[in-house]
């Protein structure tokens, strides 16, 4: 799931970790994202949920899989173009966002904010519109209901940790602005179809106001070609070369850096 949004775009106290749930109903949904008032999607993605797993399939954009594996408590990321995998443990990944919050904590601007922020809340129910509104930082979500019960908190419980690894590329914002978010959705016992982030820096050097825009098709159903994906998914996992979370990650970093200058 391309998560709105992760252009740069709870507590982590012991004893306050996040749940992790376990789902038994299939599902789809289908991602766009847009930059700005673009017509043309910068990246698409299609995610299917079944059982305890949850398979990420990038449509256009760099070919990386991701596999959230619910009841073992972890992401598999598949890089195919290189043919390497690596395992990310959601414990792993939660000591990783705490070093990020506490590393914003001397910092200011949007990057500080999206590690602690603090939102004013609005519902439109007329338009089905919720906004959490700052002067650094807001987001619009128009939500639904979705046809099966459970899809709700399922989503949510995928979202927020998609949410925290995103957190860790490089240049993207720590991910608790999305995780209150998707908590009022789950609250709200709504699944996203839009969603509207827009960043405004203050400062000239923090660069200009962006908006990514995403919109979800959630389909109750999987497809033969839906399954066929995710057989290929389980066939990399199996033959592509395992390496460490930071080998696995050093290329994309380089990637990013390079095409920064």
């Known amino acids: 799931m391309v998560n709105a ?66 009841s073992r408590g972890r992401f598999i990321l598949l890089d195919v173009s290189r043919k390497t995998k690596t395992t990310l443990q959601t414990q792993e990944l939660l000591e990783i966002i705490a070093a990020i919050k506490v590393q914003a904590q001397g910092l200011d601007g949007v990057f500080a904010f999206a590690a602690d922020p603090q939102f004013k809340r609005d519902v439109d129910e007329q338009a089905g519109w919720l906004t959490l509104s700052s002067s650094l930082m807001t987001y619009r979500a128009r939500g639904a209901k979705p046809q099966v019960t459970a899809a709700a908190a399922t989503y949510r419980d995928f979202a927020d940790w998609y949410a925290r690894l995103n957190a860790t590329r490089p240049g993207n914002l720590p991910p608790f602005p999305r995780l209150e978010l998707n908590r009022l959705l789950e609250e709200r016992q709504e699944v996203p179809e839009e969603v509207e982030l827009t960043v405004e820096p203050k400062t000239r050097w923090a660069g200009r106001k962006l908006v990514v825009r995403s919109r979800h098709i959630f389909n109750w159903r999987l497809s033969n070609t839906d399954r066929k994906r995710i057989d290929t998914a389980g066939s990399y996992m199996a033959d592509f070369q395992a390496v460490s979370f930071q080998e696995y990650r050093q290329p994309q970093e380089l990637a990013i850096r390079a095409a920064g200058k």
Do not use: H, N
Not at 21 to 34: K, L, M, P
Not at 39 to 62: H, M, N, R, W
């Open 5 to 70: 949004l992760w252009i740069p775009a709870f507590s982590l106290l012991a004893g306050q970790l996040p749940v992790i749930s376990a789902t038994t109903e299939d599902f789809r949904i289908e991602t766009d994202v847009f930059l700005g008032t673009d017509k043309e999607p910068v990246a698409q993605s299609l995610t299917l949920f079944t059982g305890s797993l949850v398979y990420d399939f990038p449509l256009i954009g760099p070919q990386e899989i991701t596999v959230f594996d619910a």
